[in-house]
């Protein structure tokens, strides 16, 4: 087993890094629904680069104009932290599959529910019960795939109602595959990663265009489809693979690439990780004495379940005023805040209820501790 001394984060990096993430996100999913700058993320236009570029020069537009074509890529801090931090806590995988699963699942789900929750009282509010009812009979299919993490795979649903496309059924689905993950990195190491991860390139750049003509299935609403990302993961935290300024040289040529030729786009996911992660290393120390990143971070969850229901009313005000920049801005600030809030009442109630839940220690225990 590897020394913490020499992992590339550690578990004060790995909150900061969700927390700087999560705000990217955040912002992203409000700023992208508003102007013309939109991100090549589940699908590839030649037209977006060039837009961004123009929209980002203007002073008044330079933070929405970031935020709406790369914030997006926060979600590939976070598949990298997940794929990071099981490499380091269930690397071998002592467990069998369905207690390592169960350990899993048990810590995402009553978040999730909370959000739904959330969801029902925002459209009682918004359209009345009888809107309640007819949006939720709408999306019924969707409500009962989405925790069952299937609703990637039925052709012409995608995205779930509830949360980003990547957390629930992405995450679940990542833990299903994280033994066969293990299994391969012990038998081939760094060299074969590699292999997996351009192997899985090319494959999924082959594949994806005929089942998504056919289905309408995006293998980037899957493991599938960030493989690359998974295998820097186990990497950085097995194999002390590090990042340094050769290789973040080479993903800037490369990301700039994939953002003008489609046929080398899908690089773009992980070139952008990798520069997150270099570029992270300038700010490290900045970061960690800044408290903010790293409380954001331990609300990263529930952010996540919410912030899409949070922006619906903002979003709303901010399509009338689309002509008046400061509008718009106030109000993706505005709504990011009040998702901050949100989250934290939600991950305090987790707390309490999780407290509440556990069985009290026998006298005897009690005293020994």
């Not at 993950?181 to 594949?207: D, M, P, Q």
């Amino acid at each position: 087993m590897r020394n913490r001394e020499a992992q590339a984060f550690d578990f004060e990096d790995t909150l900061v890094l969700k927390g700087l993430a999560i705000l990217a996100i955040v912002f992203h999913n409000f700023y992208h629904r508003i102007g013309l700058v939109k991100e090549n993320e589940l699908t590839f236009d030649p037209h977006r680069f060039p837009v961004f570029l123009a929209h980002v020069i203007h002073p008044t537009e330079t933070f929405q104009a970031l935020f709406s074509y790369l914030g997006h890529f926060g979600v590939q801090v976070f598949i990298f932290l997940s794929a990071y931090g099981l490499a380091l806590r269930y690397y071998p995988l002592k467990n069998s599959p369905a207690a390592f699963m169960w350990s899993r699942v048990k810590k995402i789900y009553p978040m999730y529910f909370l959000a739904v929750l959330l969801w029902a009282a925002y459209l009682i509010f918004a359209r009345g019960p009888a809107g309640m009812a007819e949006l939720l009979s709408q999306n019924a299919i969707k409500l009962v795939l989405t925790p069952l993490a299937l609703i990637n795979w039925v052709p012409h649903l995608g995205l779930p109602p509830i949360g980003p496309w990547w957390f629930l059924p992405f995450i679940i689905q990542f833990y299903f595959l994280w033994p066969v993950f293990v299994r391969f990195s012990e038998r081939f190491e760094l060299k074969g990663l590699a292999a997996l991860a351009v192997v899985s390139l090319v494959v999924t750049s082959l594949i994806e265009p005929i089942v998504f003509a056919k289905w309408e299935i995006n293998l980037q609403l899957s493991p599938f489809g960030h493989v690359p990302e998974i295998c820097l993961g186990i990497a950085m935290a097995r194999f002390e693979y590090r990042i340094g300024a050769l290789q973040a040289t080479c993903a800037a040529v490369l990301f700039v690439v994939g953002n003008i030729y489609d046929p080398v786009w899908l690089i773009t996911f992980v070139t952008a990780l990798i520069l997150s992660l270099y570029l992270y290393q300038a700010i490290r120390p900045m970061a960690l004495r800044s408290s903010i990143f790293g409380w954001l971070g331990g609300i990263a969850m529930p952010m996540f379940f919410v912030n899409g229901i949070v922006r619906i009313p903002f979003l709303e005000i901010a399509a009338r005023h689309q002509d008046q920049w400061f509008v718009v801005l106030a109000l993706g600030l505005l709504s990011a805040s009040l998702t901050v809030a949100i989250a934290f009442a939600f991950s305090w109630v987790e707390r309490w209820c999780t407290i509440l839940g556990r069985r009290p220690e026998p006298l005897t225990e009690r005293i020994s501790t």
